[in-house]
């Protein structure tokens, strides 16, 4: 698997992170934005994640909803600004529902050399210490573990 | 008229307006996002603005076109993430449709004291690029007559 790279510098709002896959970027894009896909790659393998909602269009809302085996549920939500396939770029907003109030907006874009597919994802936080609140949760391990999940998918 | 605080520290991707109001919080809160008053108050009053659309709910989405003497069109949209009328808190996004793919994500709080609202709206950009461009644009001069105009109506 190849290793994700995340951009997180000291004293910023923002958190960048970078995967290469080996495919088009028409079928990342598609791949990751489609509903029925979300539990085979989005988050840690060891929560099921079930799509309570999700309309990738502009406009639309989406939640998602991941339980342990314990049987805990833990539940994220936002709403997309924009799905723009024709110049692969989508923002969004994320919302954990356990820390309400706290939300980012996350910017995705798609760019293809030689077939392959770079996908960078900035996230930017309402404050410095949600940002560094996020890196702590162990944000590093989960995205690493669904970009492999991703990339198996692919 | 009140003079608006404008926070933009250099370097950071962030913008933050602080303007007070003889009004107690909820009224301030409803004026606000009301789609029949934003025509009275949003933006300079030497631009007619017209609302296309505004669905002042979480996961609604609003788009406002603003109209200067000479004819020409200006238009805005964004979807919010979230309306919380108990907590006093909105978060939406907004771009400007003339520079397609820049976002932004404002929060905005009310907070009240002896009758009075104090509105703090943070907006973050995707880069520190973005929000110095906007600084340019004369958005100073734009929030302020906002502020003014808003401070009358109520």
Known sequence: ?????????PGRQEVTTVCEFD???ERVFKVCTDPALIPKWWGPSAYTTTV??????TGG???FVQKDADGNE???????HSIDADNLQTVSTFEFEGMPGHVLMETVTYE???GKTTMRSTSVFQTVADR???MQTGMEDGAQ????????LL
């Open 1 to 9: 698997m190849r290793k994700l790279q995340i951009i997180a510098e």
């Open 23 to 25: 495919a088009p970027t």
């Open 52 to 57: 309570d909602k999700m309309e990738p269009h």
């Open 61 to 63: 809302s989406w939640r």
């Open 74 to 80: 833990f539940a994220f939500r936002g709403v997309y």
């Open 112 to 114: 293809e050399y030689d």
């Open 132 to 134: 560094d609140g996020m």
């Open 145 to 152: 573990e669904s970009m492999d999940r991703l990339t198996a």
